[in-house]
């Protein structure tokens, strides 16, 4: 049936299949964002933050250069983890919210096909301001920070140990 001929309950069920389809894409991104990122970050962070402190004690020189550097460099790898497990609840929020947008665009749209109103698409939401999720700005935001962080740390670590062991 071409597409102006479609009754409205065909429109309404293939839209149907639209909002269930997306709303599971929403709901397996968020299984593995869960899962991944925050996880190996943390670890990473976890592991290089363990095993600096566990071995510090047994190779650092009597006499020692830059001792700022090192404290520095647990301070980022600790801030990191923290700011990890923060972004993983932010991230919990995200996809709620993200869930909650996509139920009022479907609304918006069954609206639309019961000549209720007219569709307000989710880029015209976007720029009226209608649908920000401001927390997946926020994860975005604490990824970037938290990959500075471990990155810092390591880096701080590294001149410590060129420093003080060559």
Request: hydrophobic fraction near 45%; charged fraction near 25%; glycine fraction near 4%.
């Amino acid at each position: 049936m071409p597409e102006n001929k479609k009754t409205t309950k065909e429109k309404q069920a293939e839209l149907y299949q639209w909002y269930i389809k997306v709303r599971d894409d929403y709901k397996a991104s968020y299984r593995s964002q869960t899962n991944q990122y925050d996880k190996y970050l943390i670890t990473l962070a976890s592991g290089s933050f363990g095993i600096s402190f566990a071995f510090v004690d047994s190779f650092l020189p009597k006499v020692i250069k830059n001792p700022v550097l090192l404290p520095l460099a647990w301070a980022a790898f600790a801030l990191c983890i923290l700011l990890s497990l923060i972004a993983f609840l932010v991230g919990v929020k995200a996809f709620e919210t993200q869930i909650k947008l996509h139920d009022v665009e479907y609304q918006r749209m069954k609206d639309r096909i019961d000549g209720k109103s007219e569709v307000v698409t989710s880029t015209e939401a976007r720029r009226k301001g209608k649908s920000n999720n401001i927390f997946s700005e926020v994860v975005k935001e604490l990824s970037i920070i938290t990959m500075s962080l471990y990155a810092t740390g390591n880096i701080l670590l590294i001149v410590f140990v060129f420093i003080n062991f060559k």
